[in-house]
């Protein structure tokens, strides 16, 4: 239980983290940041319903962690411009609802933070890598 209940602190803290620097340092996050923490949104639950009552979903929730390494993945090649975003990640959308409101939507291929080199969706990747070994490794 104690890799399960360590990773399920760390899904908890990557969401707290990026809450922090949406509200509390005024970074928006662009959509595949977003993208990036619904799965860990769903491991904080399913998560907490596995090592409550049903340890048998550890590699399910591994599963969803590396969900998030994948967009995580996906977005550092975005911001490297490895390759293309989605539409909606460099402003080639037709009309967003960001816009219909009058606010600019953040980019994906610009790194709005980083440190020791790496970018926040960097650190997610591997943060969210490390998370579903830890449910992996947990034994049900």
Not at 90 to 104: F, I, R
Not at 121 to 132: E, F, P
Request: with cysteine; net charge neutral; proline share 3%.
């Amino acid at each position: 239980m104690r890799y399960s209940l360590i990773a399920w602190l760390g899904s908890l803290s990557l969401i707290l983290g990026a809450l922090f620097f949406q509200y509390g340092k005024g970074l928006d996050p662009c959509v595949l940041c977003m993208y990036q923490r619904y799965p860990h949104f769903i491991a904080i639950i399913l998560g907490a319903f596995a090592i409550a009552k049903e340890p048998r979903l550890y590699p399910v929730v591994g599963v969803v962690a590396l969900t998030s390494a994948a967009v995580a993945i996906f977005h550092v090649g975005v911001e490297q411009l490895w390759w293309e975003g989605l539409s909606t990640c460099s402003g080639n959308a037709e009309l967003t609802v960001d816009e219909l409101l009058g606010k600019q939507a953040a980019r994906c291929d610009e790194i709005a933070w980083s440190m020791f080199g790496l970018s926040m969706a960097a650190w997610n990747g591997i943060i969210s890598l490390v998370i579903a070994g830890l449910w992996f490794k947990a034994k049900a």
